[in-house]
């Protein structure tokens, strides 16, 4: 009983807990037969958030065997790095602007064949910009590239060599050409044409041609 009294009045120097996470802080303490309660949260300039700013009682004290060390971790600083959202979905990009501590600012959408759309094409401020809390981020976000449509002219009754190399100069597909025996008209002349004039195409779109023979 004797031993037992002695070994609980037994006094221990507290360890430097400062710059540890509360479980670090744990595993030290405990080797001292110490334990750790975390008593709230600051902001810091100097420890990222998670870790411990303050202790009490302080490092070097010399408490009894058994008693608590409670500690103040920080919560982060008031300045934040600006995360590279580059090429990021939309979701990506506010998921980690949000852990950064920053909000979404003004949203930009472009046309553009660099990047898919969905994704986030430039920002503002920049990449690594070291700024306050809670600033807002401009975003810049694909819309792919842009498609245009082109009425089809009225292809019939020209010479084929031309409208075959316009088209082509134009990056349209002229995928089929087919040569058939239609009365009346001299050789390589369109006869027929498909899609027919006046019909809305993208570039993508396949042009077939019958022409004269």
Same mark, same amino acid.
């Given at each position: 009983?004797?031993?037992? /009294?002695l070994l609980?009045?037994?006094? @221990? ?16 303490? =405990?080797?001292k ?7 709230g949260?600051?902001?810091s300039?100097?420890?990222?958030r998670?870790?411990i =700013?303050?202790q ?8 009894? @065997?058994?008693?608590? /060390?409670? %500690? %103040? ?7 934040v790095? %600006?995360?590279?959202l580059?090429? #990021? ?8 602007l949000?852990a ?5 600012g #003004? ?7 660099r ?5 986030i094409?430039?920002?503002k ?11 807002? %981020? ?10 245009d449509?082109?009425?089809m ?9 031309? @409208?075959?190399g316009r088209?082509k100069a134009l990056?349209?597909? @002229?995928?089929d ?11 390589g002349?369109? /006869?027929?044409q498909?899609?027919?004039?006046g019909?809305? /195409? ?9 022409v004269?023979?």
């Amino acid at each position: 009983m004797f031993s037992q /009294v002695l070994l609980k009045s037994e006094a @221990v120097t507290v360890p430097d807990l400062t710059g540890k996470t509360v479980g670090q802080a744990r595993a030290e303490l =405990v080797k001292k037969d110490l334990s750790v309660a975390q008593n709230g949260t600051e902001l810091s300039d100097r420890w990222e958030r998670g870790l411990i =700013v303050r202790q009490d009682p302080a490092a070097g004290s010399r408490i009894r @065997v058994t008693k608590v /060390v409670r %500690v %103040v971790t920080s919560s982060g600083s008031e300045k934040v790095t %600006v995360p590279d959202l580059a090429g #990021k979905s939309l979701d990506e990009a506010l998921t980690m602007l949000q852990a950064a501590g920053l909000l979404k600012g #003004k949203l930009t959408q472009v046309h553009t064949p660099r990047l898919p759309a969905g994704r986030i094409l430039d920002q503002k401020p920049a990449p690594g910009a070291v700024v306050e809390r809670s600033l807002p %981020v401009g975003l810049l976000l694909s819309q792919g590239d842009v498609d245009d449509h082109f009425i089809m002219p009225d292809l019939i009754g020209r010479r084929a060599d031309r @409208v075959i190399g316009r088209l082509k100069a134009l990056d349209f597909k @002229v995928a089929d050409i087919r040569y058939v025996y239609y009365s009346g008209a001299a050789a390589g002349i369109v /006869v027929k044409q498909d899609p027919p004039s006046g019909f809305r /195409v993208k570039k993508r779109n396949r042009i077939s041609l019958e022409v004269s023979r």
